[in-house]
């Protein structure tokens, strides 16, 4: 005979889990919702009152010599450099993987296979919605505003200098920092704030708008997310 007590208990801890997990996905959905309103509503503040106003402070203020210094600095930002990298390491694991060595430097190498191919996917990604956008916004470099006092958008398809929106240079270092926090999460912080400064970099050498770098910044969390979300990328985490 079976017990009543029994089988509403065990209803319930099998119910259980699937309320928790429709409330915590409820709750991302929830802060992911309220971060897309605060990003759009920052971009727009700075596309219409900010962007080319703190250019011409840039402008008036900074020295030749540190315009030049913030542009070796943001260069470090390079995504053929990352690319590369993340290439030759998802290569030689690869190799690895087939070699006769313990279960745990087996492990390593598919660890390492996995997060390099993360990070070419998110690369690559981004890198042709971010080249797609600069044609078809070709919204004119803080160049044209501070020569011909032209700020907005040109006939798609100019290239330089109307390729401003947004920056590849702050994509590629979100995208990095963004990747290399989803493998390392206890380096997060200091991941993102690496990547935030270069990306101001890129502001300081009057080659982008502030706009164009959070655009950026936003393009590198979603494809980031996007991956690691599928299988490619939800199975590696914590590598250190």
Not at 33 to 57: C, Q
Not at 76 to 88: R, V
């Amino acid at each position: 005979m079976i017990n009543k007590n029994s089988l509403s208990q065990c209803v319930g801890s099998v119910a259980q889990p699937k309320t928790l997990n429709r409330i915590t996905s409820g709750l991302r959905n929830r802060a992911a919702l309220i971060n897309l309103i605060a990003a759009s509503t920052t971009f727009a503040v700075l596309v219409m009152w900010l962007d080319a106003p703190i250019i011409k402070i840039i402008h008036a203020q900074l020295k030749p010599t540190l315009i030049a210094f913030f542009g070796d600095v943001s260069g470090i930002a390079n995504a053929n450099f990352f690319a590369i990298s993340a290439l030759s390491v998802y290569a030689a694991s690869r190799v690895a993987s087939v070699l006769p060595v313990p279960p745990r430097w087996r492990h390593l190498f598919k660890q390492a296979k996995d997060g390099s191919l993360l990070m070419l996917l998110t690369l690559l990604t981004g890198g042709l919605i971010t080249l797609i956008l600069k044609q078809v916004v070709a919204r004119a470099r803080p160049s044209m505003l501070l020569e011909f006092d032209q700020y907005g958008l040109a006939t798609p398809f100019l290239g330089f200098p109307f390729n401003s929106f947004p920056s590849s240079h702050a994509f590629t270092a979100f995208a990095v920092a963004c990747v290399l926090a989803h493998l390392i999460p206890r380096w997060r912080s200091t991941l993102l704030l690496l990547a935030a400064l270069t990306s101001l970099c890129r502001v300081l050498t009057l080659e982008h708008f502030p706009s164009d770098v959070l655009a950026s910044a936003f393009i590198a969390a979603w494809c980031t997310r996007f991956w690691t979300s599928r299988p490619v990328g939800c199975g590696v985490r914590n590598l250190l």
